[in-house]
Nanobody, 126 residues
């Protein structure tokens, strides 16, 4: 059984930091694209950061230089270190294992294509 369980969300002031962690079971790192997604009320869901099955790392432009994604193979976790948080980072964050691109087209947050966690809320106050 595949399970993705997020933790680490919370409420912080702008400029603060949080580290999200996704405990992965039933999947092997390197066999699937895995990433962190977020959705805020009224906004489209977006891939924030991910690591492809080939090891390519992706960041959406708005978080480059502030967020760092990593995977810990020993602990089976996918982590997202978030620094210099901004109010615009406020959203529900999800860990997902879905293909990033199919036939050259980004899949966005197509949960039906793979596995998805329950989400962890990040709230940044200005």
């Amino acid at each position: 059984e595949v399970r993705l369980v997020e933790s680490g969300g919370g409420s912080v002031q702008a400029g603060g930091s949080l580290t999200l962690s996704c405990l992965v079971s039933g999947l092997t790192f390197g066999e699937d694209d895995m990433g962190w997604y977020r959705q805020a009320p009224g906004n489209e869901c977006e891939l924030v950061s991910g690591i492809s099955s080939g090891g390519v790392v992706y960041y959406v432009d708005s978080v480059k230089g502030r967020f760092t994604i990593s995977q810990d193979n020993a602990k089976n976790t996918l982590n997202l270190q978030m620094n210099s948080l901004e109010a615009e980072d406020t959203a529900m964050y999800y860990c997902g294992a879905i293909p990033f691109v199919i036939q050259g087209i980004p899949t966005g947050c197509a949960k039906e294509l793979g596995w998805w966690g329950q989400g962890t809320q990040v709230t940044v106050s200005s």
